[in-house]
């Protein structure tokens, strides 16, 4: 099964498009996390455990495991979603972006040493950037196009030709480099108006929605403005607001009422339309 088939199959399985970012900050673990030997596959495993049933995947965040010297952490925790729920997807959210060669290896990086599911990609370079990913028929290749950053509009609402470059990023992958159906757009939550622009240019491809949470993302906007027409089509990721809704010792506990909150409050949200 392809990435976007085992997303949308897990839309249907646990009625919820809610992926939880597994960004490790060890300060905020409880100490008794802390003290054990392997404390960040430790505190994801407690995470993944307590919300597998709730989510629609899990996006582990590169740079979190790189500066901290846990890259191993990192192979170990997506190994454990592979093993014991190995219907849910797997994002590596590294946002690579090189051309030939250099390119070629962060593809074999991404999927073939973590066996991520689908990676993040940056599509600066064009389409030399993109297409050594794509070329990994069964994998989800994740284009950065409008982002949810304060600074996202110096670059990606400057317009060139008539059209900003969020939207000519949002045409070429979705028309010119999408020969294997594998492509998704990283569209952040604090764009609603961009993000609305982008479904019209797009038709029903997925969203990987960042900024829902911490970064104060307005969940209706975002569903209202980026669902396709059978209320599908986004993945809302929450990162800190679930992993550290608690830094005591019921951490997964609470992790898993954050989540249940925001996937019922997707769900009142799509009765309301």
């Not at 897990?10 to 919820?16: A, E, G, Q």
């Not at 995470?47 to 500066?67: E, G, M, S």
């Not at 991404?110 to 030399?128: H, L, Q, R, S």
């Amino acid at each position: 099964m392809n990435f976007i088939s085992a997303i949308e199959k897990r839309w249907l399985t646990v009625n919820s498009n809610i992926c939880v970012g597994l960004d490790p900050y060890p300060e905020k673990f409880p100490a008794s996390i802390q003290n054990l030997p392997n404390p960040i596959f430790e505190f994801n495993k407690a995470i993944i455990d307590a919300t597998h049933d709730l989510v629609c995947c899990y996006k582990p965040q590169f740079a979190h495991y790189a500066a901290l010297d846990a890259l191993a952490s990192l192979k170990q925790t997506i190994a454990y979603i592979k093993e014991s729920y190995p219907d849910i997807p797997v994002i590596l959210d590294s946002k690579r972006g090189d051309i030939g060669t250099t390119a070629a290896m962060y593809a074999k990086e991404a999927f073939d040493v973590y066996k991520a599911d689908a990676v993040t990609v940056n599509p600066y370079m064009g389409i030399d950037t993109i297409a050594p990913f794509t070329e990994y028929k069964d994998k989800g290749v994740v284009v950065l196009c409008r982002t949810s950053n304060p600074g996202a509009s110096e670059l990606q609402n400057l317009i060139s030709q008539g059209k900003t470059l969020y939207e000519t990023v949002a045409e070429l992958a979705s028309k010119n480099w999408n020969n294997n159906n594998n492509i998704l757009l990283v569209v952040g939550a604090t764009a609603a108006d961009e993000m609305a622009r982008i479904r019209e240019l797009t038709g029903n491809m997925i969203f990987l929605v960042p900024g829902i949470g911490a970064q104060g993302g307005d969940l209706s906007a975002v569903l209202r403005a980026g669902s396709t027409q059978n209320k599908t089509g986004l993945i809302i990721n929450s990162s800190r607001g679930i992993l550290y809704a608690s830094q005591g010792d019921d951490f997964a506990q609470a992790a898993r009422a954050e989540t249940q909150r925001l996937v019922h409050a997707c769900q009142e949200i799509y009765q309301s339309f």
